[in-house]
């Protein structure tokens, strides 16, 4: 569960999230990428926020195998991915986390971590909760 995983990495409240401004950034994103294609834009949402879970889910077991080599490469696609999304904040968390791994500094990767996961988790629930209710 959430709570678990909070709990095992340290995490605490994530005050500093604009939440609105991201999805404002992620939305503008959308729209400038499909501007001619408003009918993939929430495929395009939906296969980001699937994607995402899928990528946090590896980098925490990473995190708890140790693997650091496989750990740098999914944070590094999942900087860009969120960089491509127009995730900014998100994005740079991926950036904190992975100068983290690269120090080796094990207590700020996890915290770091835990942070990026709430965050993540905050915004898949509210991009899901906008959602058009003839798309959901």
């Not at 709570?3 to 991201?22: R, Y």
């Not at 994607?51 to 900087?79: M, P, Q």
């Not at 971590?113 to 988790?121: M, S, T, V």
Request: proline share 1%; charged share 25%; hydrophobic share 40%.
């Amino acid at each position: 569960s959430l709570e678990k995983i909070i709990g095992w990495l340290g995490a605490e409240t994530d005050s500093n999230f604009d939440i609105d401004a991201e999805i404002s950034n992620i939305s503008a994103r959308i729209k400038e990428l499909y501007k001619d294609r408003s009918e993939w834009a929430n495929e395009f949402t939906e296969l980001f926020i699937a994607d995402t879970v899928t990528r946090l889910l590896h980098v925490l077991e990473l995190i708890k195998t140790g693997d650091i080599g496989k750990l740098l490469l999914e944070i590094h696609s999942l900087k860009g991915s969120t960089m491509n999304m127009g995730a900014t904040q998100i994005h740079e968390l991926c950036e904190h986390l992975e100068s983290h791994i690269i120090k080796g500094d094990s207590a700020s990767m996890k915290s770091t971590f835990a942070q990026l996961y709430l965050r993540f988790n905050s915004l898949e629930a509210k991009m899901l909760k906008e959602k058009p209710a003839s798309q959901a």
